[in-house]
């Protein structure tokens, strides 16, 4: 008994000194970090500090209101799986979809057996070239390192980090009602900081982990800047719910809320079963569950059902009433974040405009913020990661920064990045912020003239140079065809993209569009940062849904997408404040206000002037390659239109109306401007 707590004790005094002994690290080089990268892989691999990790399973946290929520509490353990006697940063984690879920995935995923062997298999996999060629990346994101933020990184517990995971309220095995980010739930996640920096496991210095709901709640517990929290890794988080998934553009995000409200809802009635065996069944948690079994379902029924305007039920309303209880609790405030923040995304994520607007929203210097952004959907984030020219695993890179940022170990961590980019066309660089600077705004104008490239299309245009004297009316209608499209992928978080002839060509959803494309490139060139369609627009209804779709097309015809927005014609006036605009006055990242207050219907026949903005990118066109343009009159299932809008569009055709005098034309950030 001596020598193990003699043992203990040691271990215990290592890791309070561990940081001393750690100073003086190489500075990274390039998205893989060189000889610091591999360092931080190193450490993050080798023999962890403590040999086990000891688990206090369903801890009560009372919340000021009364409400209990449950947690799981991850501790360094001895070898007799003891909690060792020492304190330690601790990693906060809150989830919605109950840390059943995430303490399964732990025991198959970071099983000592099954990974290493796991991981051989999915490396050996090569779907390149194949119809399913998605499904690798799909794979290949279980090992870069992203699952280990959903789920509890044991290696990071033994290493000495304590962990606490907790059922959102409403969720999981915690009683309430799920808020769903509003108030409450945020006043929540600050009490959790506040009860895991006083447990006598803390050193009082506290981070957060998490994907997806738990890096939103990161990003919503920053911005108030409790005074434990010391740093965030959110990964895909979000920061603006309505524009990003509720309503992009004023269309529902049909293919995502309702699986996801499913999800949620579905999971949260799963009961504690063995509390029912132990005598300890928590009965308040019942009643919440039978008052509340269903959360935002009546909202989202309400979206595709009210026939009118005049109908909409006042839960639907505050959505799209600025100030409303979900609209300001729904917003990131990322420009009141103190906290070194490194944020990872997604140029197809569910919320690639809020991640790179949060980045550049924060208050820090670079370095104390970072952004990390792949080829990635909601559901693939760090795939990839960890072979050469690509950042380190994404939990290589959570350890570094936490060990920085919590246990002040000069690793270099703050001197990675800022700006870690996959640059679509080419691969993984480092910039020095987003948009990289030197880019050249130019217009595009779009052209009746034929292309040639795209006679499948609808109407098969051009993108020109120079601004072309037709008075011509180019029509499209509603289509269903973009189920097959990049767009679809993005929308089910990465679920279609399987197919590689729907998430990375657009051809077949190019049926129902009119494309508008150049001629090819002789020299290469990138374009970075935000683009915009401006579009004299007509419609047969007094609303309209326009899209488009930004791609690259290749010397073989297959259309890339790069890019994509919407917007419902009657929602497209445009917060002037928040929006920016070029040197010549063009709109290059319009914010749309999404208030039933500024809704503008149009009147059939007449033409109105309408900016699209498109999410913002990173790509290079090599020599060979066209850029082009594609819109359509509807996206399924990205975006179905609110059902009063819908109803007035009437699935009306729609059109461009070319005139010299107010021109249809595309701006865009390019390195070096199309001649």
Known sequence: MRKRLLAVSVCAIGALFAPVATAGAATPVGPSGGSAGRAWAHTKDKQQRYPTMHIDWDVPIRMSDGTVLKANVYRPGDAANRPVPVKTPTIVNLTPYTKLVSTLATATMQNPILEPITR??????????????????????????????????????????????????????????????????????????????????????????????????????????????????????????????????????????????????????????????????????????????????????????????????????????????????????ADRIKVPTMIVGGWFDLFTNSEVRMFNKIPLPLGQKQLVMGEAYHITPGAGNGKPGTPPRLDVLQRAWYDHWLK???????????????????????????????????????????????????????????????????????????????????????????????????????????????????????????TNLHINAIADATDAYWTAMLTDVAPNGESTVISSGQVMASLRAIDRDKSTFARNGDVIDPFYTMSLHARKRVKPGVPVEIDLGLLPTEALLKPGHRLRIDVFAMNLPRGLPLRPLLNESQLRPQHIQLDPNRPSFLNVPVSKEFG
């Open 120 to 333: 051989q298999i999915i490396d050996m996999i090569n779907l390149r070239g194949t119809p399913i060629e998605g499904l690798g990346d799909i794979l290949k994101a279980t090992t870069g390192g992203a699952f280990r933020s959903f789920t509890v990184d044991e290696a990071m517990v033994r290493s000495g980090y304590s962990y606490v995971v907790v059922d959102v309220r409403g969720t999981g095995f915690s009683q309430g009602k799920w808020d769903v980010f509003k108030q409450r739930e945020q006043k929540d996640t600050l009490e959790v900081i506040d009860w895991a920096s006083k447990q006598r496991f803390s050193n009082g210095k506290i981070g957060m982990t998490g994907m997806s709901y738990s890096a939103i709640n990161q990003m919503y517990a920053a911005n108030q800047n409790p005074a434990a929290l010391k740093a965030i890794f959110p990964v895909v988080p979000g920061g603006d719910l309505v524009r990003d998934i509720v309503a992009p553009g004023g269309a529902l995000g049909a293919g995502f809320l309702p699986m996801w409200l499913a999800l949620v809802n579905g999971t949260k009635m799963v009961p504690n079963v063995g509390s029912m065996f132990n005598g300890t069944f928590d009965w308040k948690w019942l009643a919440d569950r039978i008052a509340d079994p269903l959360t935002f379902f009546p909202q989202l029924m309400a979206a595709l059902l009210t026939p009118d305007m005049a109908s909409i039920p006042p839960d639907m309303k505050r959505l799209l009433v600025p100030g409303s209880v979900e609209r300001r609790g729904w917003l990131d405030h």
């Open 408 to 530: 002040g170990i000069d690793n270099g961590i703050d001197k990675y990045g800022p700006a870690t980019l996959y640059q679509m066309g080419n691969k993984w660089i480092t910039a020095p912020d987003f948009p990289r600077p030197g880019m050249t705004r130019q217009r595009l104008y779009l052209s009746d003239r034929p292309s040639g490239t795209a006679p499948y299309a609808v109407r098969d245009g051009r993108l020109t140079v120079g601004k072309p004297q037709s008075h011509g009316r180019l029509t499209v209608g509603p289509g269903v065809l973009t189920l097959c499209s990049r767009d679809s992928a993005q929308q089910t978080a990465g679920v279609t993209a399987i197919f590689r002839f729907c998430g990375k060509d657009n051809r077949i959803a190019e049926h129902n569009a009119l494309t508008f494309t150049t001629a090819p490139v002789r020299t290469t060139r990138s374009i970075s940062g935000y």
